[in-house]
Nanobody, 126 residues
Framework: QVQLVESGGGLVQAGGSLRLSCAASGWMFSTYALGWFRQAPGKEREFVGAISRSGGTVYYSDSVKGRFTISKDNAKNTVYLQMNSLKPEDTAVYYC???????????????????WGQGTQVTVSS
């Protein structure tokens, strides 16, 4: 049973930073790519970025590139999203996700992510 649990969300002022964590259990974490997504009220879920099995390759959406950093600790079964220079438009529920199968095939294909965490709220005040 694949389980993903996000934490680290909260309220922060514009220009501030937050680090989200996503702890995984029930599967071979090191063999999977992981992704981060977000959904703002009234909007569709948006791809934030994804990281390869080894952590050596990372993709970001244009909206967060240069401000957000995704990293992965296979020994701790945890993936992180470091968010800097936050803007009010970054306000959303943030989700981590994994594809159905192991490997990096979903790395640049957001539609192929299958397993989802429950999400953590990030609110950026102006």
């Amino acid at each position: 049973q694949v389980q993903l649990v996000e934490s680290g969300g909260g309220l922060v002022q514009a220009g501030g930073s937050l680090r989200l964590s996503c702890a995984a259990s029930g599967w071979m974490f090191s063999t999977y790519a992981l992704g981060w997504f977000r959904q703002a009220p009234g909007k569709e879920r948006e791809f934030v970025g994804a990281i390869s099995r080894s952590g050596g390759t990372v993709y970001y959406s244009d909206s967060v590139k240069g401000r957000f950093t995704i990293s992965k600790d296979n020994a701790k079964n945890t993936v992180y999203l470091q968010m800097n220079s936050l803007k009010p438009e970054d306000t959303a529920v943030y989700y981590c996700a994994a594809p159905r199968y192991s490997g990096d095939y979903a790395l640049n294909s957001p539609g192929l992510f299958h397993y989802w965490g429950q999400g953590t709220q990030v609110t950026v005040s102006s």
